[in-house]
């Protein structure tokens, strides 16, 4: 089946750079995009990149678009104890349908 | 800044009694979405309305769910005879547009305990 897959946990020391990964199956999907949810809170966009891009850069966000491998990650410069969130790649499928990764609990250590 | 509203934030209920989500989307915004998340897995799309109507659906929105916009503000999912599988958190969405490039503004949920 069609599958966003990411993986679960992330740990990272505030001031470092973090990666979240995420790999998705549909190669027809025209964008990606990458959520966050904090606690008690809904999904907050936070960026997306067009699927003829290979990178997006926004503030101390970055988005690399492997289309042959079919591979998203979002990388945060400088990661801050407020970047401590589950963070949410999806898929644009159909008209207005986004599928989801499972997410990835990012935690900032300080 | 504008965003969607969902009440309540918890809602507990027995198996087989109705439940009815309510959302309030951003005003200006003709789409609205329903998606949920059990607990531990992704999220997942219900459906789509635009103009009174559904636009598209999964397979989980079977004839035990249905959406409704009574009114000029509110956005509902009612879920018709509860079953524990339904136990969730359920997103409202909504966006200005249909299209892809459109931002998806997300509630902060409503989680159901199906006991």
């Known amino acids: 089946g069609e599958d966003v897959e990411q993986s679960l946990f992330l740990s990272v020391r505030e001031g470092d750079s973090s990666v979240i990964n995420c790999t998705y199956t549909?190669?027809?999907?025209?964008?990606l995009y990458w959520y966050k949810q904090e606690p008690g809170a809904g999904l907050q966009l936070l960026t997306y990149?067009?699927?003829?891009?290979d990178m997006k850069q926004d503030q101390r966000l970055t988005v690399l678009l492997n289309k042959k491998d079919k591979h998203l990650s979002l990388r945060i410069a400088d990661t801050q104890t407020g970047d401590s969130a589950i963070y949410f790649c999806?898929?644009?499928?159909?008209?207005?349908?986004?599928?989801f990764g499972k997410g990835n609990q990012v935690v900032v250590i300080p | 800044e504008p965003e969607v509203t969902q009440t309540p934030s918890h809602q507990v209920t027995q198996m087989g009694q109705e439940v009815i989500l309510r959302c309030v989307p951003i005003?200006?915004?003709?789409?609205f979405y329903w998606y949920r998340q059990i607990l531990g897995q992704k999220v997942e799309f219900l459906v789509s309305?635009?103009?009174?109507?559904?636009?598209?659906k999964s397979e989980i929105f079977d004839d035990q769910f249905s959406v409704e916009r009574p009114d000029g503000s509110n956005f509902t999912l009612k879920i018709r005879s509860t079953k524990l599988e339904d136990s969730a958190m359920y997103f409202c969405?909504?966006?200005?547009?249909?299209?892809?490039?459109?931002?998806?503004?997300f509630g902060s949920g409503t989680q159901l305990s199906v006991l």
């Open positions: 005003s200006n915004h003709l789409y």
């Open positions: 309305f635009y103009n009174n109507e559904i636009s598209e």
């Open positions: 990149i067009f699927s003829n891009m």
């Open positions: 549909d190669s027809s999907s025209t964008y």
């Open positions: 969405a909504s966006s200005e547009g249909g299209g892809p490039n459109e931002k998806l503004f």
């Open positions: 999806a898929e644009r499928r159909g008209n207005n349908r986004l599928a």
